[in-house]
């Protein structure tokens, strides 16, 4: 994460930053530990993505590998691993594009929509996988309409979705 060119790191390479203040929340410097953990829009964000995936938030996470780390120890199947692994780089991803687009654009997002957006961005790359991953039974566009009244461990019932 050190290599991300956040303020922090841009003023470390010898770039002069008036404002090291987070664009995003203006109240603490802007690193990448704030941008993609401790920020409120980021941890808003988080907190939508784990009740979307329904693995229980906690409140004391302070870090984004304790974020990364929760989702990845999270109980399910390995396609179930391979799913939530990608859903949390789109997050990271979708937190990262939330922040240029309100330094370089101007334009602020809601919470909702960047969550709507990381969901997109899921099933999208979910249908860009290799075909090994989709291989994986039962597959993500192949699942039984049965699948859509499993309970919550069959998550890919909630990727699903995204598509109706
Ligand atoms: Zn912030």
Known sequence: ????????????????????????????????????????TARSIWWNIFSWL???WQTNLDSLQEILDLIQNSPGAKTWKRHV??????????????????????????????VDLIKEDSFIWKLRSPPSLLRSPPSLLRSPPSLLRSPPQKPYVYLKNVCI
């Open 54 to 56: 329904k693995i229980p």
């Open 1 to 40: 994460m050190g290599k991300i060119a956040t303020k922090n790191e841009l003023q470390k390479r010898g770039i002069g930053i008036p404002d090291m203040l987070c664009e995003t929340c203006d109240f603490e410097e802007e690193n990448a530990n704030h941008l993609f953990a401790k920020c409120v």
């Open 85 to 114: 692994h990608m859903i949390a780089i789109a997050t990271v991803w979708r937190i990262w594009n939330v922040r240029n687009r309100r330094i370089f654009e101007g334009e602020g997002i809601s919470v909702q929509k960047a």
